[in-house]
DNA sequence: GTGTGACTTTTAGTCCGTG
DNA sequence: CCACGGACTAAAAGTCACA
């Protein structure tokens, strides 16, 4: 079992690392979002492999381009 | 009528950019992403919202990155 | 080689809870 | 405030015949 980081687990780290950093709780971040709450914490352990219109969502919600939410990923 | 086009639209019009520019039909791209060939054009027409394993399945069947793929959306 | 509508199966996404 | 589960509904995944 040497293959870990999936996209999922990357993308959700992601996520996580940019919201805390505006200091947004999860349902709060939710709601911006207009996503429900156990969903975002699902995608933030990367269990939700989410359409392109929620990643856009997202996005926004922290302010920043799509290409700078995938950066590093 | 200033309204921008959507999401998806914008990111079919990015994959149909860079298939081209490596010279790829739908047929043949289809089959490095393994996926079936409708679907790409279905994609590129902007009626399929296709949720982020396939969308890293495009970025590398093109040889980018995900951030690459997304610039500009 | 591509567009499109119709279709079934699988999964995305919601809403109710718990510790 | 967050992880996690059950049960549900909406929508994505995936395939096909035909233009």
Redesign the pocket.
């Known amino acids: 079992m040497v293959k870990k980081a999936d996209i999922l687990v990357r993308f959700g780290a992601r996520v996580?690392e940019l919201?805390?950093q505006q200091d947004?709780?999860?349902?709060?971040?939710?709601h911006a979002c207009?996503?429900?709450?156990?969903?975002?914490?699902?995608?933030?352990?990367g269990?939700?492999?989410?359409?392109?219109?929620?990643?856009e969502r997202i996005a926004e919600a922290l302010g920043v381009t799509l290409a700078e939410l995938m950066k590093g990923l």
Do not use: M, W
């Open positions: 996580r919201r805390l947004y709780s999860q349902e709060a971040f939710a207009e996503l429900d709450r156990t969903y975002i914490g699902g995608i933030e352990r269990e939700r492999n989410l359409a392109l219109r929620n990643i």
